[in-house]
């Protein structure tokens, strides 16, 4: 099938030395991808192009239409369509059952009830968690290209990626992040994900159900967030900032002088507190 491209040129005016001159900077391409489940139309995804199957799959798993990728009897995508059908809906496709996910997540189809302790023997260096960190920055093409991407990785003990996830929205990420290892057997008890993403209840619902036994982010936890974290026995870390890693604020840019990380719940996973 013909790909969308991942960015465009688009003219603007731009401030620079003071002065507005024109430039023609790259901006993010938003492609839609209309999901039918067993023949309704279940939602149309704003999202990057690629990796389409992977989005379906975490998408349908972290909303509990699905407990395993086996619950999918197949999946084909063609045209910005993704035909889908299910051998095993875990719970009844939402009526009506066409609505937009956007980059805040769309609808949430289970609530907190269904989610499992997890269980992991997972143990991390703190300098394992900055390494991560510091890859996912180091490998995303998409933001430096266009600085309009969120991003997810699936890391190993070591810090070595599994895989690199960027897209318009902290949700499409862990969709695809979580689709592309239920497609993989990827076992996510053993490995731990970091994010660019704010860690809200709805993003810790989808990661909680997945098995990650460590999650860190580089921006903030909310309350509820952090409730879900506890409640699953995941050990949850926000403001992940390494030094020389650039923030940016509303009128300027900051470097972070010293390594810092807030851990909100499961300290015992990090070793190397002091």
Request: aromatic share 6%; proline share 5%; hydrophobic share 40%.
């Amino acid at each position: 099938m013909n790909r969308d491209p991942i960015s465009v040129k688009m003219p603007c005016r731009k401030l620079d030395n003071g002065r507005f001159v024109d430039a023609d900077p790259a901006v993010i391409f938003e492609s839609e991808l209309h999901i039918t489940v067993n023949g309704e139309r279940l939602a149309t995804a704003s999202l990057l192009p690629g990796l389409e199957k992977e989005f379906v799959t975490g998408y349908l798993f972290g909303q509990g239409f699905i407990k395993t990728p086996k619950d999918i009897a197949s999946v084909t995508v063609e045209n910005r369509a993704a035909e889908v059908t299910l051998s095993n809906p875990t719970i009844p496709l939402p009526t009506p059952t066409s609505y937009r996910i956007v980059s805040g997540g769309g609808r949430t189809a289970f609530t907190n009830d269904h989610l499992s302790p997890i269980e992991s023997d997972l143990t991390l260096e703190k300098k394992v968690v900055f390494q991560a960190m510091n890859r996912l920055f180091d490998m995303g093409t998409v933001y430096k290209e266009t600085e309009g991407a969120h991003a997810a990785g699936i890391f190993t003990p070591h810090a070595e990626a599994v895989c690199i996830i960027e897209d318009i929205g902290r949700h499409n990420c862990l969709d695809k992040a979580i689709g592309y290892a239920l497609l993989r057997n990827i076992p996510l008890r053993d490995h731990f994900l970091v994010s660019t993403g704010r860690m809200s209840s709805e993003m810790m619902a989808k990661l909680c159900r997945a098995g990650f036994p460590v999650v860190a982010t580089k921006t903030a936890v909310t309350d509820k967030g952090r409730e879900i974290a506890l409640a699953c026995g995941m050990t949850l870390i926000g403001f992940v900032r390494d030094t020389g890693m650039k923030i940016h604020t509303d009128m300027s840019v900051r470097i972070i002088k010293e390594p810092v990380m807030k851990i909100y719940t499961g300290a015992h996973r990090i070793a190397g507190l002091s």
